[in-house]
């Protein structure tokens, strides 16, 4: 093995003999400033467990800005969701969170500049369908979900969508992700988009949210503008943010793009719009964890660029 790869057989292996899972994988360190006031929590000190996060990244998985390779990005999932639930075979993982009986949306994202990616959706598709959910009762869409007849009856939905920097949110999450879940999303849009955690408690999808996947294959660290965008922005971090406490996630990855913003600018440049809308969701509407000490956080694989 690499000195600098961490791989998923040696997670599961130390995880066996640990009693604390916290103490494998890179646990996160101080709170990032960067989240701002609102970042102590509301759920700070819960008796709840912590929620675990997997990290995983292969330096092999790019290819190209919007070309991956589709068998690395299998693997990584793999990798993330055998390690998120402590078990060996990715199938088996799966099961823990969907099977037969379920009908399952995938809520993708489609903007064309940086869409979540084919290679990762069909990764989640092969393993739902293996899992044992009949091709008739899945669905991977973005627009439209409210008139699709899958994610109008879904049981379970999988949320996948790459991390960007975002005009009007200060950040594309996987919590913004869910936006289309309502007929009128610029009702969300006051404050930075800073009440964008009610929509997780909307009948669309309140509770059925069994996995976020926030796509860091090629993120985007900055941005002018609302139509902004330039390739110039991104970068082949190769990785992948999985779990299922969507603030943890969506925590993770603006604290990735904040540190690569220092690594590109000498200094915390500030987001054009604060992505307060994070930190919020955990201290003004309870939906997940925000502060990394709250945050169980496990890396695997390329450590190179890690940058947290």
Known sequence: MSKDRITRRDFLKAAAMTPVAGAIGGLAGTMSAALGPHAAGANAGATAPRPRVVLVRDS???????????????????DAVTALFGVKDPVAAWKRIVGPADTVGIKTNAWTPLPTGKEVEEAIKRRVLEAGVSADKLAVADRGVL?????????????????RVHYWAGMGSCIKNYILFVPNPSKYHGDACADLAK???LPPV??????????MLTPQYHNIGPRGFSEKYLWPYGGLIVGQDVVAVDSTGYRVIQAKRREVFGEDRALETSAHHIALADTRHNLGRSDPKDIELIKLGWTEG???
């Open 60 to 78: 092999k998985a790019v290819l190209e800005l919007r070309q991956f390779d589709a068998d690395v990005v299998q693997t990584m999932l793999d």
């Open 147 to 163: 008139e699709n007849p899958v994610f109008q009856n879904a049981t379970v939905l999988i949320n996948a969508r790459p991390a």
């Open 206 to 215: 309140q509770g059925r949210t069994k996995l976020n996947i926030l796509v």
């Open 306 to 308: 890690l940058l947290i």
């Open 199 to 201: 929509i997780w408690s």
